[in-house]
């Protein structure tokens, strides 16, 4: 019987490589998507497509030559980027950047691998509970903020436009988790937030797709 089929974006560092070595102990075959590779990566031995900016079509076309014929059991947007804005130092071109990444980005990849999908796929997209409205009570990071406020909205419509195809979407908080975007500041490792991703993601079904969970099972507030 083949293994089934992972892509992660964003795999070459963090919550990323993780998530690839989730999946490798859980006997997936795994296809590692990212910009540019790494020597932890690499050392997995898992698949790797390279030099792809989540920004750009051309890279799109790219990943479909690579995975045509591939069929992907499960798709997961991790790729992300992270700057702070306050009222103060608003820079529009940081802003911008981090829609691009954070909210076009996941929707640029999910689009361009529709193909590959087939019934009873899964998808799912890591967010931030920073997209939350109503978690909200500190104000500033901008672009982070309404960036993945942007990629939240996204995955309902996603929900939707692919329940007829029973190919479920999970909105994932990963948690307060000790990267480099985040300075190693956080409350969890990365491996522990892949962990409970995997978990988020084996429980989900077509019955709560486009659900908003933090990775330890809290449904979050939009």
């Known amino acids: 019987m083949d293994k089934k089929i992972t892509v992660v974006t964003g795999s070459n560092r963090g919550i990323g490589l993780e998530l690839c070595k989730v999946y490798l102990e859980a006997d997936y075959q795994v296809i590692g998507v990212c910009r540019q590779s790494s020597t932890d990566l690499e050392e997995l031995g898992v698949q790797i497509v390279s030099g792809i900016e989540v920004t750009e079509a051309s890279s799109m076309e790219k990943l479909q ?56 796929s899964k998808l799912a997209l890591i967010t931030s509970r920073m997209g939350s409205i109503a978690d909200n009570t500190s104000g500033s990071r901008y672009g982070y903020r309404m960036s993945k406020a942007a990629l939240n909205a996204a995955g309902m419509s996603l929900a939707q436009d692919l329940k007829h195809r029973n190919i479920p979407v999970a909105i994932l908080h990963p948690g307060f988790v000790k990267t480099g975007m985040t300075g190693y500041q956080g409350d969890i490792l990365p491996k522990e937030a ?19 969970w933090h990775s330890n099972g809290q449904r979050l507030e939009w």
Do not use: C, W
């Open 194 to 212: 892949a962990k409970r991703l995997y978990q988020r993601i084996e429980e989900l079904t077509i019955e709560n797709t486009g659900s908003f």
């Open 65 to 120: 030559k690579e995975l045509q014929g591939v069929t992907i059991d499960i798709l997961i947007n991790n790729a992300g980027l992270l700057s702070n804005e306050t009222l103060n130092d608003l820079d529009f071109g940081r802003i911008e950047k981090q829609f691009a990444v954070n909210a076009m980005g996941p929707l640029r990849v999910t689009h361009a691998l529709l193909a590959n999908l087939r019934e009873g």
